[in-house]
């Protein structure tokens, strides 16, 4: 019973921080008020008005009385009592009204009701609240006269009411929007830092990121902020690393190309120039691979416009592209993502005989999907494939001719991006590859 009902008031509560923080400031104001207002309504007012009412139904009484024991003198009655009180009294024979104008809801009408019914008895009252604005009229049956009054509505109810409702709720408005303010001060940089780790996530360089807010939220920022630096340094060090043993082993084996040039041994020459060449495909995988970690900055493309570039760039007629959407602008780095695509597309080629690629947008992501009629992946294999230096013996493979980091070069981009990609079989069965995009 608890658990369902923390999953309902989960799904009813608002998910962001500021709306949350919110509710925890307005709510106590709010309900504070409520019980002030219930309070102030069932001891105060309520009681206030069933005394005022009780002595006007008095006087009324006493009136009634007056007149019985005096008719002849029915105008010196009614002109002393509209001198001398502030309301109206009229006597006539008219017929008695049959339907009450009385308001079921109103607390005015059931007070009223409630003390004319004791003192004057069923049938004998009728009254409207409602007809004047400022005035109250009643009317009791005399014998076979019935006497008329108009009476001010504050000989009735009190009026503090809207004075009292004022009071409470103006402060309480004021002061929840003094919270909103600061509640959206203090928020903003919590949004600020949300931003940035997901800016850094995608794999941009946070260089302009400024700790602000709370002395809680400055270390966290500020953590992040060395936290971002000593990711990027690593990353760093590691690319230009691998870039400069790559570019370390191309003199030896330049010089041993020349060396392999100059044997008489024809065939001998031949095979070890193929293990140079060989090598030298690993070394250009091992600089791909530390490009994908270079600094590059984060822009707005289209992107049907660099996959249209990219089939140019091959000018192959066994590329066709599919284009369901008219355009999509997301923001990326350009060369990382031009050298995902072409990874794939010229893998496609390779292995395959046509490739297929169809773009899609869907609410806030691009999806690329790019199918090939090769002969595919193992199901089983799907996963390991992504992960660096691993080879496929069987069947297909990005890396075949390589070390193993080519789907890896492509997921890091990829999830660099913010993205992500999933492996299938295409509907001419080979490799079905669907790149979803956030833009």
Sequence with gaps: MFFGLNKLLKYILPKRLFYRALIIVA?????????????????????????????????????EEVYQNDKKNSDFFTDSYKNNFNFEIGINQDAFPKYSGERKFSPMDRSLRRELKSVFGNNNYWFNTSKFKN?????IRSENDVIEFLVPKEMVS?????????????????????ALIFLKNQTKPLVKLAKAAERFGKGDYVNDFRASGSQEIRKAAFEFDRMAKRINRHLNQRAEMLSGISHDLRTPLTRLKLQLAMLSQKDLSKKMSKDIDEMEKMLNDYLDFA??????????????????SIKEKFGNQKIAIIKNVSSIDLNCRPTALKRLFENIIQNG???????DIDIQKGKNRALVIIEDDGPGIPEDQ?????????????????????????LAIVEDIINSHGGNIQLGKSKYGGLQVKISLPF
């Design 158 to 178: 009190a009026s503090s009411v809207r004075l009292f409702v004022l009071w409470t709720t103006l402060p309480s408005v004021v002061l929840i929007i003094i």
């Design 349 to 355: 080629l390779l292995y395959g005989n046509k490739v």
């Design 135 to 139: 005035a109250v009229e009643i009317k």
């Design 27 to 63: 709510a106590p104001t709010i309900i504070l008020q409520i019980i002030i207002t219930i309070v102030f309504y069932d001891s105060v007012w309520i009681k206030s008005n069933k005394n005022i009412t009780r002595s006007l139904v008095a006087q009324l009484k006493t009136i």
């Design 291 to 308: 490009k994908t970690q270079t600094q590059e900055t984060t822009v707005k493309i289209n992107l049907n416009e660099l996959i249209y």
């Design 382 to 406: 799907y996963k390991n494939v992504f992960k660096p230096f691993f080879r496929l013996d069987k069947s297909r493979s990005l890396n075949q001719s390589g070390v193993g980091l080519g």
